[in-house]
Structure formats: structure tokens, C-alpha cells
């Protein structure tokens, strides 16, 4: 699949059956999502630990679209080999866990690794003025970052337009991180956004034994944007 900038639903595994990543991966997979994505919290950086790099190497190869790897973690530096050797296709560091947040980019993209750089809901777009010519993707936390489950903050609606100004003709993507439902992927989308992270409005009421709730969550995402 070419990751190009078409709508992409990109569930969260952090709403997934812990006992069960494989399985659950290749469940989304066939039901439609077109990236899994993983969200590496450390507990220090973010209030919660989650995954690791083995994590990441253990669910590779039940992953037939891209490994979308968010790294909630600080100093971030020196795991970034380890998540690309994992097999990583995106990484995204936040501009608060590097004292060189451009040498981060630079790194994760000579590892042949598409660079993402996340905006926690404080964090002003400006601050990534000077990246834009060194990243892929641009991934907006619309919740405080650690936890699922969260609601939508609206503030980041004109975040995302002042991202999609300044992107201008640039192949960059604006990703949207947390509280993703069919009442808010329409109004960022409409901002500019073409990647949306969906955990608990995919995952909820289905099971890899009844992945089709999988799929039908997908495409009412899908379908709540048609008009934009």
C-alpha cells in the first residue's frame, strides 16, 4: 500500500487485547485499517508505561500495512535504532523529549524510517517551523498524552489549520492522536488532517473473534467524512 495522503485509519493497539497483539493486528488489518499504530509510553515522559521494542519486534510479522510507532518517551534518542530495527516504517518523537529535536528527524530518516514529529495540545506549531523539509508526518495530540479513552480537545482545530497552512505543497501528513470518534474526524479532516488514530471507536464491542465490529466501526469513521 502506497502511504500516500488519502484518508488513513490508523487504529491504536492501546485499546487492543493485550493477551493477544497478533491476532488482534491482523484482525484490524483485514477489517480495513490501513496503519497500526503503537504508542510507546515510558511512564516518565507520560503517566503510563506501555510497549517496548520487543513488543514491536514480536508483532512485525502479523503486520502487512505500515507499523506506525509513537514514541511517548524521554530522552528518546537512543531507542529510536532499536524501534527501526523492529521494523518500524513511521516514527514520531514529541519536540519535548530531544534537546535537538531536527538531529532526531535526521537520524530516524537515515535508518530509512519516515520521521514524525508529535505536538503534545501545549505544544504551539511553530515550534516545528524549521522541521518541515526533515519530516513525513506530523502527529497532533488531541488528548494529554498517556491514556486512552480521553475526550477530544477542541483547541487543536486551529492547530491543525495553522499545520496545513504552513505544510503548504510540502508531502507531509497531519495525523490526529486521541478522542477520534464520528463526531470529530469530519472537523479535522475539514482542518486539514488525513490520518486518524482510532482506538476505543474501533475496537469497542468487538473481539478478534467478532472482528467484523472491527470493520463496520471503520467504515461509519470512513463514511462520517464523505462530505468533507
Not at 490508523?10 to 487485547?17: N, V
Not at 499504530?37 to 510497549?51: A, C, E, L, R, S
Not at 518523537?93 to 524510517?113: C, D, F, G, N, W
Request: hydrophobic letters at 45%; one cysteine or more.
Amino acid at each position: 500500500m502506497k502511504f500516500d495522503k488519502t484518508l488513513k485509519i490508523a487504529p491504536s493497539i492501546l485499546s487492543a487485547d493485550f493477551a493477544n497483539f497478533g491476532a488482534e493486528c491482523r484482525a484490524i488489518e483485514k477489517e480495513g485499517a490501513d496503519l497500526v499504530h503503537i504508542d510507546v509510553m515510558d511512564g516518565h515522559f507520560v503517566p503510563n508505561i506501555t510497549f517496548g521494542v520487543e513488543t514491536c519486534k514480536s508483532i512485525r510479522p502479523h503486520i502487512k500495512t505500515f507499523m506506525d510507532v509513537h514514541l511517548m518517551i524521554s530522552p528518546v534518542d537512543s531507542f529510536i535504532e532499536g524501534f527501526a530495527e523492529a521494523g518500524a516504517d513511521i516514527i514520531s518523537a514529541h519536540v519535548e523529549a530531544t534537546p535537538h529535536i531536527l538531529r532526531t528527524m535526521q537520524t530516524i530518516r537515515s535508518l530509512k524510517v519516515k520521521a514524525g514529529v508529535a505536538l503534545n495540545p501545549g505544544t504551539p506549531a511553530d515550534s516545528i517551523e524549521n522541521l518541515l523539509d526533515h519530516i513525513d508526518l506530523i502527529c497532533v495530540m488531541t488528548v494529554n498524552p498517556g491514556f486512552g479513552g480521553q475526550k477530544f480537545i477542541y483547541s487543536q482545530v486551529e492547530k491543525v489549520k495553522r499545520l496545513k497552512t504552513m505544510i503548504g505543497d510540502r508531502p507531509i501528513h497531519i495525523e490526529i492522536d486521541g478522542g477520534i470518534t464520528v463526531d470529530t474526524a469530519p472537523i479535522m479532516v475539514a482542518a486539514g488532517a488525513n490520518v486518524l488514530v482510532a482506538g476505543s471507536s474501533v475496537f469497542n464491542g468487538g473481539s478478534v473473534e467478532n472482528s467484523k465490529v472491527y470493520g463496520e466501526n471503520i467504515k461509519l469513521l470512513r463514511q462520517s467524512v464523505l462530505d468533507i
